[in-house]
């Protein structure tokens, strides 16, 4: 029988909160005072500093409420969502919540951010910012994460200092091609779960650095269990590895 008695080692809080920054996900804004309204950016996204790049139309209420506000900042919070890459009853995996201050940066300030996204994350909606297009900054003042290994504050600080998971932005292409055509491996990694969610629909619901994790939708609800590797890895020959560990292949049990 596998050991489960230990508890899988996972990344930081920190780390996470960066991976999903990376990944872009679906992201909406939520004004100060708004109600409850959600405002959907043309688009977003978070930089390293912990800062934020919004793009709205330049007739769009909030840009005008920015403008407008005494001292040229109007408090918001952005939501990042992460989305798992397979079909799943509920496909949001994690998100993050960056409070603070929107204000319209300076034609200077605009075009070296503009320019830094368009180096991370290239879109030919960017060539509309001062055409129609208005790029506001977030200044955050505080971020939050929810996953299902916890809800949590995080230092900006902390963010900022923290790398992405190195294999974020292959995870949904590997995911998929697990899914769709490895549904093999996924029996062979139940024989980790608990025996109560072993009757369950096991499906890939993500992976990083430290390990596996498994989404178990079942009658009573849906259930995460993280499968943790030996020990953290950097790069693709090191996942093969121990995925392979996972799997129990039994050359490299002969091997230890």
Avoid at 20 to 35: C, F, L, N, T, Y
Avoid at 225 to 243: C, H, K
Wanted: proline letters at 8%.
């Amino acid at each position: 029988m596998p050991e489960t008695a230990r508890t899988p080692a996972k990344p930081a809080p920190a780390e996470r909160a960066r991976t999903i920054a990376k990944r872009g996900g679906r992201a909406a804004v939520q004004p100060s005072g708004s109600g409850g309204e959600r405002i959907q950016p043309l688009l977003h996204h978070v930089h390293r500093d912990g800062t934020a790049t919004v793009l709205l139309a330049d007739d769009h209420p909030l840009v005008g409420a920015v403008w407008q506000s005494p001292h040229g900042e109007f408090g918001a919070v952005l939501e990042v969502a992460d989305s798992a890459p397979v079909r799943l009853r509920e496909p949001v995996r994690g998100l993050i919540w960056l409070t603070g201050w929107l204000r319209v940066p300076d034609t200077g300030e605009r075009h070296a951010r503009v320019l830094e996204v368009a180096e991370e994350r290239p879109d030919p909606r960017l060539l509309d910012v001062g055409n129609g297009v208005t790029a506001l900054r977030l200044e955050a003042v505080s971020l939050v994460l929810a996953d299902s290994e916890e809800t949590c504050s995080i230092d900006v600080a902390d963010f900022a200092a923290s790398p992405p998971d190195p294999f974020c932005l292959h995870e949904d292409g590997w995911l998929r091609h697990l899914e769709l055509s490895h549904r093999d491996v996924v029996g062979l990694l139940t024989r980790y779960l608990p025996e109560r969610l072993r009757g369950g629909h096991v499906r890939p619901l993500g992976l990083d650095r430290y390990g596996v994790r498994l989404r178990v939708e079942s009658v009573d609800g849906d259930h995460d269990v993280r499968l943790g590797f030996s020990q953290p890895v950097a790069d693709s020959e090191q996942l093969s590895t121990e995925l392979r560990r996972l799997m129990g292949c039994p050359f490299l049990a002969a091997k230890r």
